[in-house]
């Protein structure tokens, strides 16, 4: 069953053509891997699926949803259905990480703070962080302690869909696989479906199971890794050699 759909997106920068008619589908259940040259639109078409950037023309419909269309109550309890990490963690700074990962349930749920303490202390379990690292700032941690943190976030309100924007990149190459590990993980252990923008070549062979290739403002590839090689990009050419 597909969970997102993206139909004749095109985008438009300040009169450059970024997307001219992109189309994917997104199947529940798997790993979708978004690749292609730097500056192609990768993380921009992401984030036109969680509706942080808008799009002049084409439709994406997500669980159902065409969120070109819908009103603004079926938006918010949409966004709940999602979590998001982005490249950095996107952590604020003032807040413990505790409060970072705590945030979306005290905005959107009615929970007492008892509950909540309990839910954040699972999701930092969950994704592999100690328990004594809740009272740290993101300034005391380090880069694979804050994409964790991150991702902690994002699963906060037990989303069904994950998207996840160069999740490996700035990690050293242990670090990276063990995230790639994590992900895996919670792809089983919680049922998602996950997005993911990525140039780490190891976790693309590692984690993902189908791949869109963004290339000349076009989808130039969609399916399996395994047969990437059969398309005639330059890019794909490049990149798996």
């Known amino acids: 069953m597909s969970i997102i759909t993206v139909r004749d997106v095109k985008t438009i920068f300040g009169g450059k053509v970024v997307h001219d008619g992109l189309n994917l589908t997104v199947n529940e259940g798997e790993i979708y891997g978004l690749l292609g040259p730097s500056g192609c639109g990768k993380t921009t078409l992401l984030r036109e699926m969680v509706m942080l950037q808008d799009f002049p023309y084409g439709n994406i419909s997500i669980l159902g949803y065409n969120i070109h269309s819908m009103k603004e109550s079926d938006a918010q309890k949409l966004r709940r259905k999602w979590g998001v990490l982005f490249q950095f963690g996107a952590l604020f700074s003032s807040l413990s990480i505790r409060d970072n990962i705590a945030l979306p349930l005290v905005e959107y749920t009615d929970l007492h703070a008892g509950m909540i303490e309990e ?103 969609e399916g399996t890794i395994k047969d990437v090689k059969s398309s005639k990009s330059k890019f794909v050419q490049t990149f798996f050699k």
């Open 119 to 221: 839910i954040v202390q699972f999701k930092i379990n969950l994704v592999g962080l100690k328990s004594s690292d809740a009272d740290l700032f993101p300034s005391q941690i380090s880069g694979g302690m804050k994409k964790k943190a991150g991702l902690a976030r994002a699963l906060c309100l037990d989303p069904k869909l994950l998207f996840l924007d160069e999740p490996t990149s700035g990690l050293d190459p242990i670090s990276a696989r063990e995230f790639d590990d994590l992900i895996l993980k919670l792809r089983s252990l919680l049922g998602l479906t996950i997005v993911m923008v990525s140039h780490d070549l190891q976790s693309i062979y590692d984690t993902i199971d189908r791949v869109a290739i963004i290339d000349e403002k076009k989808i130039t590839y």
